[in-house]
């Protein structure tokens, strides 16, 4: 039986028992939300409507800029937030702020006739500095799944924390495209940790980054609440049965995602590595290496590359007559625990014009904190999941090899 007509009656089979189960217990598995990638900046970015409007006003969807690292659950001018109907300031001394906050104290002012917002300066990956956030209550509209096959055409409306900031020096890195960001980072107030504790789902969060070579140009996917994962067609089961994990490290100074990354593999030769954790990075379009690993990299990868060289494009250093897949060595980052995440074709080799592609690393130089920075071309088409509680990550690793992608067209529900 062709693949497609086996995918047409499991998606039935899976419609049916979905809406008969929901109907009875109305119990959400978990928000499942389009991810769209800029092909103009090579960032991701998550499409949100924050709070309510009077009648006759129509909520306006915005484009968030995804920052995996940044403390802050959203940065946007406040300004912006306060036109929302629904907008409510946090003041300092309340509970709210005590929760978001508890080192805020408010300031003394015996004539003031109303207590100051609730601030708090966090970390993001816009600035080297932590930046100066207000923070208010309001509405997250995301759209959601009862099964992890397809998701609902409604949305969902939660009321969470979040914050809004007038730094200008953080709000003129978010890029034109955008407007704002939405951070990810594991802390009490990201918006997957609150809805994850107000729906009371599994601790987890995961990332489906599309790629401009997907399956047609289709979003990809932004999972809060965990599996199961479906991805069609072909790939009948749920993909956290294809996870290979590391442990997450911990670092008391950022709320950064590190991993454990130990050796690298070019077709099987080794490239040793400095000590430092390894930042995974949805603000970085590529994997950012330092000088040392970089140069070993390339090295290793044109020698055992089997294309012949083109001209080197900015800021690749290494390019090649495009081969249609054939030729290319196979590079597995080999992760603490034994793990290895592989890395094809389809996330090595950037297409830069017509048959010509590149090696898609770059050099970070030598002062760097980080040896590996895991950027977002490494990511596309890979399932990740970050589990927040038990500080593990989880992978794929391309599902291209599947014949599917994060840019699949998802069922939807009714």
Not at 146 to 153: A, E, H, P
Request: a positive charge; aromatic letters at 10%; charged letters at 15%.
């Amino acid at each position: 039986m062709a693949p497609r007509v086996i995918f047409f009656l499991f998606s039935l089979i899976f419609l049916y028992h979905a809406n008969t189960s929901h109907s009875k217990e109305e119990k959400i598995q978990a928000f499942l939300h389009p991810i769209y990638r800029d092909n103009v900046t090579n960032l991701y970015s998550i499409p949100l409507t924050i709070g309510e409007y009077e009648p006759g006003m129509n909520p306006t969807t915005r484009t968030f800029l995804i920052d995996l690292n940044s403390a802050a659950p959203l940065l946007q001018t406040c300004a912006n937030a306060a036109k929302s109907a629904s907008y409510h300031s946090i003041k300092c001394g309340s509970t709210r702020c005590k929760y978001a906050n508890p080192s805020f104290s408010c300031p003394i002012n015996p004539t003031a006739t109303k207590k100051p917002s609730c601030r708090k300066y966090l970390s993001t990956s816009l600035t080297t500095r932590p930046v100066n956030t207000r923070f208010i209550r309001d509405t997250v509209d995301l759209l959601y799944t009862y099964n992890g096959v397809y998701t609902m055409d409604s949305e969902k409306s939660s009321t969470v924390t979040l914050t809004c900031t007038d730094d200008s020096t953080a709000l003129k890195r978010i890029p034109v495209a955008f407007t704002g960001s939405i951070g990810l980072a594991n802390t009490h107030l990201s918006i997957p940790s609150q809805l994850i504790s107000m729906y009371k789902f599994s601790p987890k969060m995961a990332l489906c980054l599309p790629s401009a070579k997907g399956f047609k140009t289709y979003s990809g996917d932004f999972w809060i609440g965990g599996g199961p994962y479906y991805y069609y067609p072909p790939l009948l089961k749920d993909v956290s049965t294809l996870f290979a994990s590391t442990p997450l490290l911990r670092d008391s100074k950022s709320s950064d995602y590190l991993i454990d990354v130990t050796s690298i593999l070019i077709d099987g030769n080794t490239i040793a590595l400095p000590s430092g954790a390894t930042k995974i990075c949805t603000l970085a379009p590529y994997t950012v290496l330092h000088t040392s690993i970089y140069k070993a990299l390339l090295t290793a990868f044109v020698g055992k590359a089997k294309m012949a060289k083109a001209p080197a494009v900015r800021p690749f250093g290494a390019c090649f007559r495009s081969n249609g897949g054939r030729g290319v060595p196979m590079i597995d980052l080999v992760l603490k625990g034994g793990a290895k995440w592989r890395i094809q074709g389809s996330n090595s080799l950037v297409e830069v014009k017509k048959n010509v592609v590149c090696l898609g690393f770059v050099d970070g130089g030598v002062k760097v904190k980080n040896p590996i920075v895991i950027g977002g071309f490494q990511m596309e088409d890979n399932l990740l999941e970050f589990d927040l509680k038990a500080s593990k990550f989880s992978f794929s690793s391309s599902l291209l090899r599947y014949n599917t992608s994060c840019s699949i067209e998802r069922l939807r529900g009714m």
